[in-house]
């Protein structure tokens, strides 16, 4: 079974850090475009930012010059690095990648979703 495993949320001060990790683990070929979402309460999951195989990362304006989402294909992980955090990112974050499974399955994954909490 191909899943993805999110790890790294937690409660932060605004100003503060925190680096999330997404692996993606079970039978797999390859991997094309990762990214991130997010989804604050009451409000709709929003993308955050993706990054494709090889190519140039692209971010939400909400977050450009913050977050930084970066890969390592030889692991199969996605990280979002998340840098002078405000209270407005408050959310579940949710890592989500588009995987072609040994089977030549074609699936778009998510995770099960990590709270990140900006507060003082």
């Known amino acids: 079974q191909v899943r993805l495993v999110e790890s790294g949320g937690g409660l932060v001060q605004p100003g503060g850090s925190l680096r999330l990790s997404c692996a993606a683990s079970?039978?797999?070929?390859?991997?094309?475009?990762m990214g991130w979402y997010r989804q604050a309460p009451g409000k709709q999951r929003e993308l955050v930012a993706v990054?494709?195989?090889?190519?140039?990362?692209t971010y939400a304006d909400s977050v450009k010059g913050r977050f930084t989402i970066s890969r390592d294909n030889a692991k199969s992980t996605v990280f979002l690095h998340m840098n002078s955090l405000k209270p407005e990112d408050t959310a579940v974050y949710y890592c989500?990648?588009?995987?072609?499974?040994?089977?030549?399955?074609?699936?778009?994954?998510w995770g099960q979703g990590t709270l990140v909490t900006v507060s003082s």
């Open positions: 989500n990648a588009d995987v072609l499974t040994a089977r030549s399955e074609s699936l778009t994954l």
């Open positions: 079970g039978s797999i070929f390859s991997i094309g475009v």
């Open positions: 990054i494709p195989s090889g190519g140039t990362a």
